[in-house]
């Protein structure tokens, strides 16, 4: 539980993008051109910067701490593409309906399940500390978050893809070594057996709307 947690501390302190707009299109298939090193560094350190901008914000509700998050989402990670990979093997059955359901509260889904339990988390610093060649041309920028609410140093690593009319966007986090994209699939399918992949998005559905609820009920900070 505490490497899960940490993990998406991490993913939110670098908020960056999850691309909400081709949400059921597959993968770009077509190659993109290798990604720049000192470009992928700056990128997200550019996103870190502006994560802890908004935890630090007092003055913020949690409904539009959540809606500047979203923002942040949607300016960094490509969620098309990540989506994709949390479903495995149930994205080859899927119908075009359910494909279009699942992307559709994917990003909500992430931001409500993560984004309140990290206000705490303002004072932490994430520092990038190096790169590391990454398949089909991408790249690892590897970081290190830190901070008083922080039990131990947290090591990040993002991989970053110039997608294809897009440019850069993180496609999976790994912490400590193990995959963020690989950890939610291996939930996500756990739940697919049990339920089917209906029961799946439901279960999403009723989470952000419970997870809505609550945030518009909480007063605003001032």
Same mark, same amino acid.
């Given at each position: 539980?505490?490497?899960?947690?940490?993990? #998406?501390? /991490?993913?939110? !302190?670098?908020?960056?993008?999850?691309?909400?707009?081709? *949400?059921?299109?597959?993968?770009?298939?077509?190659?993109?051109?290798?990604?720049?090193?000192?470009?992928?560094?700056?990128?997200?350190?550019?996103?870190?910067? &502006?994560?802890?901008?908004?935890?630090?914000? %007092?003055?913020?509700?949690?409904?539009?701490?959540? &809606? %500047?998050?979203?923002?942040?989402?949607?300016?960094?990670?490509?969620?098309?593409?990540?989506?994709?990979?949390?479903? =495995?093997?149930?994205?080859?059955?899927?119908?075009?309906? %359910?494909?279009?359901? #699942?992307? /559709?509260?994917?990003?909500?889904?992430?931001?409500?399940?993560?984004?309140?339990?990290?206000?705490?988390?303002?004072?932490?610093?994430?520092?990038?500390?190096?790169?590391?060649?990454?398949?089909? =041309?991408?790249?690892?920028?590897?970081?290190? *978050?830190?901070?008083?609410? *922080?039990?131990?140093?947290?090591?990040?690593?993002?991989?970053?893809?110039?997608? @294809? =009319?897009?440019?850069?966007?993180?496609?999976?986090?790994?912490?400590?070594?193990?995959?963020?994209? *690989?950890? &939610?699939?291996?939930?996500?399918?756990?739940?697919?057996? /049990?339920?089917?992949?209906?029961? !799946?998005?439901?279960?999403?559905?009723?989470?952000? @709307?419970?997870?809505?609820?609550?945030? /518009?009920?909480?007063?605003?900070?001032?």
């Amino acid at each position: 539980m505490r490497l899960r947690f940490n993990a #998406f501390l /991490a993913t939110a !302190l670098a908020l960056g993008s999850l691309t909400a707009t081709s *949400v059921y299109a597959p993968a770009a298939l077509a190659a993109e051109d290798a990604v720049n090193a000192s470009a992928a560094t700056k990128f997200i350190q550019t996103l870190a910067d &502006q994560a802890f901008e908004v935890l630090r914000n %007092q003055s913020l509700s949690q409904a539009q701490r959540d &809606q %500047q998050f979203r923002q942040l989402l949607q300016k960094g990670f490509a969620l098309d593409i990540i989506g994709n990979g949390v479903l =495995g093997t149930a994205r080859r059955t899927a119908t075009p309906e %359910q494909l279009k359901a #699942f992307h /559709a509260v994917f990003p909500d889904y992430v931001i409500r399940i993560y984004s309140s339990r990290l206000t705490e988390y303002g004072n932490s610093t994430l520092k990038v500390t190096g790169t590391a060649p990454a398949p089909r =041309g991408d790249i690892y920028v590897r970081t290190l *978050v830190t901070g008083p609410n *922080v039990q131990q140093p947290v090591h990040a690593d993002w991989r970053i893809r110039n997608v @294809a =009319g897009r440019g850069l966007k993180v496609i999976d986090l790994s912490l400590e070594g193990v995959s963020m994209a *690989v950890t &939610q699939r291996d939930e996500f399918n756990a739940k697919i057996q /049990a339920r089917g992949l209906d029961g !799946l998005i439901a279960e999403m559905k009723s989470t952000t @709307a419970s997870s809505t609820k609550t945030a /518009a009920s909480t007063p605003e900070k001032r």
